[in-house]
């Protein structure tokens, strides 16, 4: 069984702070997805990362794949209230197969 | 239709008795999840479908949960004989298949309590 591992579980900071957030795992993803889930609705997809050492942007979201294919990170620059909500790893291990899910961490921006 | 839609929104019921929950793909989606979610955890994979057939069903936690899928399209997952352990919010996903990496499209999810 697949595993991902995120830390850290919560985060309390202040707006306009910046912050990172890690997905590790001992095995090998063909892809790994980040989500956020806001209360009473399902996750939305953010991105999808597929290459070793990736690197996208998504406006103050930075997300890393690592070289090795096993872990990521999101780092939010600058962090606002509207960012609050649960951060989710996803990792498939190959095409159409199932999508492993970490066990996320909760948000909070501070006003 | 334009997103994932799931059915009950909300069910609460009694210890021992079934539920069925029902979702709504995307049209045109071949690809469908159901995944339970405990309350401020990750997601739980149960069941994975392609087209109508099941290849993956090995997150289905005992032989309580079934699932099916009718033309393609709408999926129902039932919960016979519910225990308390059964309660969380039930989350429904579909795909386009194809090649490169999976795209899931959640619903809002349904919300089971179990007394």
């Known amino acids: 069984t697949q595993l991902l591992e995120q830390s850290p579980q919560f985060l309390s900071i202040q707006e306009g702070e910046n912050l990172t957030v890690y997905c590790n795992s001992s095995s090998v993803f063909s892809s790994l997805q980040w989500y956020r889930q806001e209360p009473g609705e399902g996750p939305v997809l953010l991105v999808t990362?597929?290459?070793?050492?990736e690197v996208k942007k998504l406006k103050r979201l930075t997300f890393q794949f690592g070289d090795a294919r096993k872990d990521s990170s999101l780092h939010i620059t600058a962090a606002q209230p509207g960012d609050t909500g649960l951060y989710l790893c996803a990792g498939s291990a190959a095409s159409g197969s199932r999508l492993t899910f970490g066990e996320g961490t909760q948000l909070t921006v501070n006003p | 239709g334009a997103g994932v839609s799931q059915s009950p929104s909300n069910k609460v019921t009694e210890k021992g008795k079934d539920v069925e929950l029902r979702c709504d793909p995307i049209s045109g989606h071949t690809a469908l999840y159901w995944y339970r979610q405990s309350l401020g955890q990750g997601l739980e994979f149960l069941i994975y479908f392609q087209g109508n057939s099941a290849p993956d069903k090995s997150g289905l936690p005992s032989d309580r949960f079934s699932a099916e899928r009718t033309g393609g399209s709408v999926s129902t997952l039932t919960i016979q004989r519910t225990q308390q352990e059964d309660s969380a919010v039930y989350l429904c996903?579909?795909?386009?298949?194809?090649?490169?990496?999976?795209?899931?499209?959640f619903g809002a999810g349904s919300r089971l309590t179990v007394l």
């Open positions: 996903a579909s795909s386009p298949t194809g090649s490169g990496a999976n795209v899931l499209t």
């Open positions: 990362v597929v290459t070793g050492g």
